[in-house]
C-alpha cells in the first residue's frame, strides 16, 4: 500500500494497492484534493480523497489490470444512490467503475474501502451517484419496473421499436420539504402542490416511437384535500342511501352535483421536460395525466424525453411559471444550503478554524467544534447554496491577516465545498500594524468570502490560488473579527525608570483580588456590578479570560481603577458601586480592611 503525507505530520493511507512488487516500486501516489472541483458533477456527491497515481519511470510497464482500494466515509446514500470509482485522464475524460468490493478492512486498517480493478493510470475518486438501471426493450415489448423505487413503471408495447433498445435510467427524488423551502422563497409558485421524482432517461440507439409508452410514477397528493376526504368520508356513506332513492326522481341534477364534486378535489396535473438540454424545458399540455390510486400517476409519450417531472397544483398556473419551477427545481436538487464559519481557539484567540458546513448539519457541528475548544463569535454566516465542487475564496481585510504555516501572511485562501468531505482550514491570524486602531482596545479586521462555481474554474490539473482582489464579484459574505491588543513593555534605562512612591498600589491589587474572588463564589456577573466601564471593556475581559470569572471580575476591577484619577478615592468609589449592587455586606468588609490596612 502508499501512503501520502497529509502536511499535518502525520501519516494517512491514500490507497491500497495490489499488484506485483515491481510494479509497485514505479507508482507514484499522492492526495490532490486542490482539483476535487475538476472531478465531480452535478448530482456526484465527493466521498473521498482525490487521489493521483502516476508511474515514475516513463520507460517501465505496469502489468494491468492491478486492483486498488480507496477509502471513503458516506454519510447518505439510500435507494437512489450508488458508490462507484471514477477515474479522469490528463485530457479530463472519465469513466465510471463499480466497485468489485466494499470491504471494512485491508490489512489491519479498518474502514469502508471501493476496490475496482484498473486498466489505466489517472486520478481517482470516490463518488455517491445516482443509480443507474440499464435494460433493453425487444421488439416484444416490456413492463419494467424500476429497482431504486418499484412505484416507478414503463410500458413498452409490442413493436414499439423495430430493433431491440438499450434505456438507460436515473431517478433523483424530489423531497416535499424541497418544494416547500421555493414556495417559500416565491410567491408565485404557491400554487404548486407537488413534485414528482425527476426522472433521466437515456436512449442510445435515438430509435423513434413506433407506440406510445406509458409511464406511471408517484406525484403525492394535495394533503389538505387528502385530510378533506377523509373528514367527509363518514357523510358520503350516510349521503349514499339518500342519493340513491333521488336518482329515481332527479337522475341529472344528481349527475351534476357528482361531477362538481369530483372538480373540486381533483388538481391539475402537468408533464414537464426536454427533449436535450440545448432545448430547455418545456410544457407538455396534450399529454394527459391520469390520477391513479395511492398517489401514483400515468400518462403516455410517442417521444424521447431525457428528463422528465409531473407537477401538481391547486389551481391554473401559466406555462411561464412552470417553467421557471422546473428550472429551480433542478437547480435546487443540485444545491445545498450552507454556511460559514469562522471560530477561534478559546485559549489562544490567535488560531482560528475556517469551515463550510450545510445548514442542516449546522447545529452538530458547532457543538463539534465547542468540544474542540473552538468558540465565537463571530457568529456563522447566513445560509447560501452551495453546488458540489463549487468554491470559496477568502481574505482578509482591515488590520487582521492570516498564515496557514504561521510566515506567510496576507494570501488568499480557498475552501472547495463537498456535501460529505466537510472542507476547514486551520490558519494563524495577527494584527497587520501593532500601532493600528488606537482609538480601540482590540485590532480590528475582517473576513471577505467570494464564491466561484465550477464554471469559472479553468480545466488545468495546476490550481493557483489567485491574488487579485476579486474587483469584478461582490462579496458573497462577511465575518468581523477583532483581536486584543498586547501590553506593550518598555524597557527603560535604570536611571529612568519610574518608582512607585506609593505602596498602596500594590496593596490595592490584593485587596481586588480578595474581592473577587468574594464575588466570583456567589457567581455574581460582570453587568451586576454596575462599574462605569465600557462595553468593549466587558467584551475584553470575558475575551482574555473566558473560563475563570474570579480573573474577568479582577481584570474589571483593575481596568476601572485605572480609569480613576491618582487623587480620587477608590475605597469610597468602590464601597459605593458594592451598596448599588446589593453587597454592602462586602462594602462594610472592604471599608474595615482599608481602614485597619488588612490585605490578606
Known sequence: FLVEESGKNECEAACFIKAPATALENLKCKIVNDISSLVVDDSEELVSNVISIECSDDGKTIPFPINIAIPFTSCFRGNYRE??????DVNFQSNYLTPISLEGYQGNHKETFAEVKIYQLGVFSVLSCLKKQTFTVPKVGLSQKLSVDSRISFYYPPETFSSPAPMQLKVQPIEPSLVSTLKARHDMYHAVVSASALVYVQHPSAQPFNSSVT???????????????????????????????ATAYHPRAVNASLRKNGENLSDTLKLLGHRNKEEGWKVFDDVIIQNARNGLVSFELNEHLESFVVIRFSFLLENTYLLLFARALEEAVCSTMANVILYRKRENPYKIVVLLSASKELTCELQNLHEQG?????????????????QVHFRFRGNIFASENGKDFGKVYRLIFHSQRKPRLKLQIKEVDEFGNHSSPHYKGTAVFYKITREMITKKWEQPLPYGEYQHQSPLCKLALTLPKHEKLINRPRSTRRVSSDSSEALWDNLLYWLAEELAEDNTSLLALCLPVRRSVLQLVRLKCPDNLTHQIYELLCCWKKTLPRSADKQQ??????????RSDLSEELCFKWQNKVFT
Open 83 to 88: 458508490i462507484v470509482v471514477k477515474v479522469t
Open 215 to 245: 409511464i406511471t410514477l408517484p406525484c403525492p397528493p394535495n394533503p389538505e384535500k387528502k385530510r378533506e376526504e377523509d373528514e367527509t368520508e363518514h357523510a358520503r356513506a350516510i349521503r349514499a342511501t339518500v342519493k340513491r332513492v
Open 374 to 390: 473552538y468558540f465565537g463569535p463571530p457568529e456563522p454566516t447566513q445560509q447560501f447554496p452551495l453546488r458540489e465542487g463549487e
Open 573 to 582: 468609589l468602590l464601597s459605593h458601586y458594592l451598596r448599588k449592587s446589593g
